[in-house]
């Protein structure tokens, strides 16, 4: 579903992205050399940073806060993102990658199901992507988007959910219209 948030170009940010701190600190104590990776640990701040910011922007896209909607002032908002951009909920969308079958954690196999450890995972994904995609914001929201959409769908109540269901559909025509008018050509008369 979320596969192409597996997608690098510098597959070594990938690989640092799905390295858990505690691998790292086992391939030391093995080796006697560090891991030429590193772990996450950046990563996931950026990633939660991301995954607010573009929360943010998603809901403001579809004219939220509204008078007409449940979620008539910022702070409405503000209790929304606490209530879905948390471990239990990141830790799911993290199942849906198969990422627990793919995360270094050295020998603690027993982390794998870990729903701290499986968020920050994704958290990190996003982040290395921040700097894969070289900083392209715009990029980045075409990543994002789509988790923060299947976050609300998931989570938010019946009324709510159709509301911004509907505001998606309109969102994704005009996203598809912009992607028509950037990409027509230029004709000369």
Do not use: W
């Not at 007409?68 to 910022?74: A, G, I, R, T, V």
């Not at 990141?90 to 701290?116: F, R, T, W």
């Not at 994904?125 to 700097?131: L, M, T």
């Amino acid at each position: 579903m979320f596969n192409y948030l597996l997608e690098f170009r510098n597959q070594k940010l990938l690989v640092q992205a799905l390295s858990n701190k505690i691998h790292e600190i086992e391939y030391f104590q093995k080796t006697g050399k560090p891991y030429k990776y590193g772990n996450n640990e950046e990563f996931i701040i950026d990633g939660q940073q991301l995954i607010e910011f573009y929360f943010y922007d998603y809901m403001m896209l579809q004219g939220f806060p509204n008078e007409q909607s449940q979620l008539k002032k910022s702070s409405d908002i503000i209790q929304l993102r606490q209530r879905l951009i948390n471990d239990k909920y990141l830790s799911e969308m993290a199942i849906l990658l198969n990422l627990q079958n793919i995360i270094n954690v050295g020998n603690q196999k027993s982390l794998k199901n870990n729903p701290k450890i499986l968020s920050d995972c994704l958290k990190s994904i996003i982040g290395a992507h921040y700097y894969d995609k070289q900083n392209d914001l715009e990029t980045l929201r075409d990543l994002i988007h789509p988790i923060i959409v299947q976050l609300l769908n998931k989570r938010v109540n019946s009324q709510s959910s159709m509301e911004i269901q509907s505001q998606v559909i309109i969102f994704r025509i005009l996203k598809f219209i912009k992607r028509i008018i950037r990409n027509k050509p230029q004709i000369d008369y």
